[in-house]
């Protein structure tokens, strides 16, 4: 048996958090809450996830100051930015310091999914899906 992946998701948007988190339980992660860049260092500090989804402006700390943070704890953690604003300066800092990907909100959730299951290698899995639905 596979083991679970861990997925953190940071947004101070409780509502975001949420559709994001029963979305990712439903295809079969392990996922964490963190209304805050703080907030989500100490989860980090507790459980080190696979992959964290960071909204990029929150109160308390970005999500770059807390890309930044992590990546120096802990290099092989994964993150995906949010943001509502598709700015190519924003974009370029998050991938330069080691972000996997980018996605813009309002979050087109399929995309999400795939890029998820991409980073945590579970393509097949996905693949595997879509080919029952059709």
Do not use: W
């Not at 409780?14 to 209304?35: F, P, Q």
């Not at 704890?73 to 930015?81: A, G, K, R, Y």
């Amino acid at each position: 048996m596979m083991e679970m992946k861990r997925v953190l998701i940071v947004d101070d948007e409780t509502n975001m958090c949420s559709i994001i988190r029963d979305i990712l339980v439903e295809d079969g992660y392990e996922v964490m809450v963190a209304g805050n860049g703080r907030e989500a260092l100490g989860v980090v500090q507790k459980t080190v996830p696979d992959l964290i989804i960071t909204d990029i402006n929150m109160p308390c700390m970005s999500g770059l100051d807390l890309l930044r943070e992590v990546k120096n704890l802990h290099p092989q953690i994964q993150f995906i930015i949010m943001t509502a604003f598709g700015e190519l300066e924003t974009y370029l800092k998050a991938m330069n310091n080691g972000a996997f990907d980018y996605i813009t909100k309002p979050l087109n959730i399929e995309m999400l999914k795939i890029m998820v299951a991409k980073i945590l290698g579970q393509e097949r899995s996905i693949a595997r899906v879509a080919l029952q639905k059709v």
